[in-house]
């Protein structure tokens, strides 16, 4: 509005200027014909039609119009009535004496902003607590600030009152676990000989490895009892501190494999009915594995599958980099960058093949 007001003085000074070297007789032309126009618009906007004016047209408007008397002003061709002028400026003025009488700096101070950051750690850190909670948890630092203060701090943050914060989401659960948490599924393939043949893995949440506990085309309860032995003797050689195990409700688990995982201290954690996205570390390795492995090699029969699942599960531990790890493998961190400008201008990298081609891998010369 301002600006606004700010150009329309400007640019009525001008006009002002341009009328100085006129003579009388063209200013009462001139007013008349803006008369008459004036005149014309009423006629084609009709009686009903109401003109409505921008708050800085009205405050040019008042400024200029108010130092005539209000017998001129009722003889004068206005769009609005005299009174309405004078109302104008009347609210200008009242707008003017309440900034003027308005105090500098009104109610509290602003919160320091270390203090606010630190209000909002405090709630990230600890989901259960409330303002009430936080508030006591500053005094004990000798920070002396209101509750209400608190409160409002969090509102403005968007914070969530701490009964909606405590409850534990799948998410969080998942991440708070990723050290103790191990997923398996079954996987499907054919082979050329027209048989099926189902895949049992697992998967480390924390750091990702894979371990292919077998492939058969006729998944017994027995069969699927040996696999999880043999997977619990193995967590145990490798000191894995494994508490829970993700799975779905395929008919293919026996019960007896929930009562071994228990026995060594995991317990078993089932997903939602067709709900793929409870098991999505699992269920991300199977779709790399597929579009990586399956799909790309002709498997000829059970034997031929085993040696490709023990080639694959080698490139994805040792070798292939993961987004989740910084780039890194299971079983490899991610080397050094290169420093040397002559290593980097001479590069010798070579290629090592995998199932025929299919996967590779790459190293630096020795």
């Known amino acids: 509005m301002l600006f606004r007001l700010a150009y329309l003085t400007v640019t009525n000074a001008f006009a002002a200027l341009r009328m100085l070297p006129m003579g009388d007789r063209d200013k009462d032309v001139e007013i008349l014909a803006l008369h008459h126009q004036i005149t014309v618009l009423e006629r084609q906007l009709g009686a009903d039609t109401r003109v409505r004016f921008a708050p800085e047209d009205r405050a040019f408007l008042s400024s200029l119009l108010i130092s005539l008397p209000r017998e001129v002003l009722r003889r004068l061709r206005l769009l609005v009535r005299p009174d309405t002028v004078l109302r104008w400026h009347r609210d200008l003025l009242k707008q003017r004496h309440a900034r003027a009488c308005r105090p500098k700096r009104p109610g509290r101070p602003p919160t320091v902003r270390s203090i606010r950051m630190l209000i909002l750690r405090l709630v990230r850190e600890n989901p259960a607590w409330g303002y009430r909670r936080v508030h006591g948890e500053l005094a004990t630092l000798g920070i002396k600030l209101a509750p209400s203060t608190v409160w409002e701090i969090l509102k403005q943050e968007g914070v969530d009152p701490s009964p909606a ?160 790890l910084v780039q890194a493998a299971p079983l490899r961190t991610v080397p050094g960058p290169i420093t040397d400008p002559a290593k980097i201008v001479d590069l010798n990298v070579r290629r090592r093949d995998r199932l025929g081609g299919i996967l590779h891998e790459y190293s630096h010369a020795a």
């Open 165 to 324: 914060r405590a409850s534990t989401t799948w998410t969080d659960f998942l991440r708070s676990q990723a050290d103790a948490l191990l997923a398996c599924d079954f996987i499907e393939t054919i082979t050329l000989n027209g048989q099926r043949q189902h895949i049992l893995a697992v998967i480390e949440h924390a750091t990702r490895r894979v371990r292919v506990l077998g492939t058969t085309a006729h998944p017994t309860a027995t069969w699927v009892n040996q696999a999880i032995k043999n997977l619990v003797m193995d967590l145990q050689d490798a000191s894995c501190r494994t508490r829970y195990l993700i799975r779905d409700r395929d008919g293919k688990f026996p019960a007896l494999m929930d009562q071994i995982l228990a026995d060594a201290g995991i317990n078993t954690v089932l997903t939602g009915v067709r709900m793929p996205r409870m098991n999505s570390v699992m269920e991300r390795w199977v779709q790399s594995c597929r579009r990586e492995f399956l799909d790309r090699c002709l498997l000829w029969n059970e034997r031929h599958l085993r040696h490709a699942l023990c080639e694959y599960e080698q490139f994805y531990n040792q070798h292939r980099a993961h987004q989740a």
